[in-house]
């Protein structure tokens, strides 16, 4: 391969490989459900994540769920690159190795394993009041 093909190629991969900067994650944010809401915070030492349950509604406002109020859902997640966190996720008691991505200004994906062989996926939508 000539030299410059060679550089051209580089070149293109690495710009496909840059990830877009989008909005701070910082808001409220909707679960896909629409059944509860998130305060999202960047935390720790400013560049954690964290979001904190903060509404229940449209029938998870139940006995089950309400003890799960004002707890966090995603505990200090360390950003591993632009727009991606990796931590803890607690999700209604049970705890979770998450990676959370923010995918566009609006739409964060939560992916969560136990044991890294169940796993469960979420979207959460900002959620402008």
Avoid at 17 to 31: C, K, N, Q
Avoid at 55 to 84: C, K, V
Wanted: charged residues 15%.
């Amino acid at each position: 391969m000539p030299a410059f093909r060679r550089v051209f190629a580089i070149a293109a991969f690495a710009a496909a490989s840059i990830a877009p900067a989008f909005a701070s994650p910082v808001g409220m944010w909707e679960i896909e459900m629409r059944d509860s809401r998130y305060d999202v915070q960047l935390c720790g030492d400013g560049t954690q994540l964290c979001a904190e349950l903060v509404w229940l509604g449209n029938g998870a406002d139940n006995a089950e769920n309400l003890p799960y109020m004002n707890t966090l859902l995603i505990d200090h997640a360390r950003q591993t690159r632009p727009n991606q966190w990796k931590g803890e996720l607690h999700i209604y008691g049970q705890k979770a190795a998450g990676t959370i991505t923010q995918v566009s200004a609006d739409q964060i994906t939560l992916k969560g394993c136990v044991a890294l062989v169940i796993c469960k996926t979420y979207q959460m939508y900002r959620y402008n009041q």
